[in-house]
């Protein structure tokens, strides 16, 4: 009797352990949130090389600021795919409407269009972007896209999320919210990508099993926001740069412009320091009656 | 060569130089005026030709103004100073040639504004007379004929754009404007020394 109730025990253990297992070693559990970028431009050709071409600007730009649709609802690490009722789609044009702020800046710029996901198929790839250029007139693209992992479960998992240029690598701990955007800028006639420009959100995780999805809720909200502040701020810098290369790297930039454009003479600072060394040098000679 | 009297620098004034200066001074203080004064490729080719000289003293913002102010008061004071012949008429023809060959070669370019190929004649100009002269002048007018030359390559290579707005979008480098200019000096420069061998044949 004895040896059968704790027999009993022993199976109730052990199925109590193996049911707690398949949480804890399965993954963990958690929301994942993600558009990836890389699928949508090249889901289908795995081994698809760009052929190295030089993109014609045609200036003043005309640039349309887009997310990139979400992917797989059945996607990877058995993570569960959220609705995006964190990322609305009143965020996603705010962040947009930053991002536009920030190009309007530049002379180069003449116009942003802000274009709405729905216009941009999954797995569309450059013939969609084809589309969208002829339909909105524009010549570059700035994607933004972005992957949200909140880790509930416990142990240590890793958001690892996959960009034009590389993957990152992101360690997790329980119910941390990490938040990866990205901001990649194509020329879409030439197929290439002029610049890109991350941004990262880190939430801690406070959350008690009580207020757990509340809270992070509240996280997710909060990571995107940080994210984009991030994207936001690192975008400034690319535009900076990417104005820069244009200007001194005409092997890699081709420049026109459009038809009614405007002209006008430059002298910049060199030309004028060297006009005016030429005066001192004729006020020198001069007085040495050189001249 | 150096064609110029004996006169201090002090008594005699660059007065080409300064109506050339004054006029883009008091045309940017009026920022109205540049509406009816700026070259405008349509605006011309309906009958405003006066667009074609006045457009050149049209600037687009302080900088612009500045730079092409410095850069053609520096070489304007120089010519005056060295009494090289026939600045006047070379700064009352090159604007009207200018823009007749943007209206030829820039069809796509709907205004055009700025001093600079006016300030690049003046420039090229005094360098080729400076050619005659003895060094060190000599050199530091070779190496401005070849700083020009080299600036107007870079140009040609690059299609540079100057970040600066007109509210429209940005402001291209007129390469044309300032390739013409050189040519128009060098035109000029020739011409000069034709009379010159007459006279003294």
């Not at chain 1, 045609?58 to 649709?69: C, H, I, N, Y």
């Not at chain 1, 119910?175 to 990866?180: A, G, I, P, S, V």
């Not at chain 1, 809720?217 to 400034?236: I, P």
């Not at chain 2, 005056?80 to 700064?91: D, I, Q, R, S, V």
């Amino acid at each position: 009797m004895i040896k059968t109730v704790w027999l009993t025990i022993g199976l109730v253990a052990i199925v109590a352990i193996f049911v707690a297992g398949c949480d804890t070693f399965g993954g963990g559990g958690g929301q994942h949130r993600a558009s990836n970028l890389y699928a949508y431009l090249y889901s289908g050709q795995k081994e698809h090389i760009d052929a190295p071409t030089v993109p014609v600007l045609s200036l003043p730009l005309r640039v349309g600021v887009a997310f990139v649709p979400v992917d797989n609802p059945n996607g990877r690490n058995n993570y569960s795919y959220g609705d995006d009722l964190s990322f609305s789609e009143s965020q996603k044009m705010d962040l947009m409407k930053q991002i536009s702020g920030q190009f309007k800046q530049y002379p180069f710029v003449k116009s942003i269009e802000l274009i709405p996901t729905a216009y941009l198929t999954p797995r569309g790839g450059f013939a969609n972007l084809d589309q969208i250029r002829t339909m909105y007139g524009v010549d570059v693209m700035a994607l933004l896209s972005y992957d949200q992992v909140q880790f509930t479960g416990e142990g240590v998992l890793s958001l690892t999320y996959w960009t034009i240029v590389g993957a990152y690598v992101v360690p997790g701990e329980k119910n941390d919210t990490k938040t990866m955007m990205d901001a990649a800028v194509y020329d879409v006639a030439s197929r290439k990508l002029l610049f890109r420009a991350p941004g990262i959100g880190n939430v801690k995780g406070s959350a008690t099993p009580i207020n757990l999805s509340e809270q992070l809720r509240a996280d997710s909200k909060k990571g995107f926001e940080e994210a984009a502040t991030n994207l936001v701020a690192n975008l400034k810098v690319q535009l900076e740069e990417f104005k820069e290369q244009v200007a001194n790297a005409p092997t890699e930039y081709k420049i026109e412009y459009k038809p009614g454009y405007t002209g006008g003479g430059a002298f910049g600072g060199m030309e004028t320091i060297f006009v005016g060394g030429m005066g001192a040098c004729f006020l020198w000679t001069r007085r040495n009656r050189k001249v | 060569m150096d064609a110029s009297k004996p006169q201090s620098l002090a008594r005699r004034l660059p007065v080409i130089t300064l109506l050339l200066i004054g006029g883009a001074v008091v045309i940017a203080q009026f920022p109205g005026w540049s509406a009816w004064l700026i070259y405008d490729r349509s605006a011309i080719l309906s009958g405003e030709i006066w667009r074609m000289f006045t457009g050149h003293w049209v600037h687009f913002s302080t900088s612009h103004l500045v730079y092409d102010l410095l850069a053609l008061g520096v070489a304007g004071w120089i010519i005056e100073a060295k009494n090289l012949p026939h600045f006047g008429w070379l700064c009352l023809l090159t604007p009207w040639l200018v823009s007749a060959v943007l209206l030829l070669f820039e069809p796509r370019m709907n205004l055009f504004g700025g001093l600079s190929a006016l300030a690049t004649t003046a420039i090229v100009y005094l360098a080729l007379f400076g050619l005659h002269d003895a060094p060190p002048w000599r050199w530091v007018c070779l190496a401005a004929l070849m700083g020009i030359a080299g600036k107007i390559l870079f140009e040609m290579s690059t299609g540079r754009m100057m970040f600066v707005t007109t509210g429209d979008g940005p402001v291209a480098v007129s390469v044309a404007g300032h390739i013409s200019g050189a040519l128009i000096a060098l035109l000029f420069y020739g011409q000069s020394k034709i009379i010159a061998g007459r006279d003294r044949r």
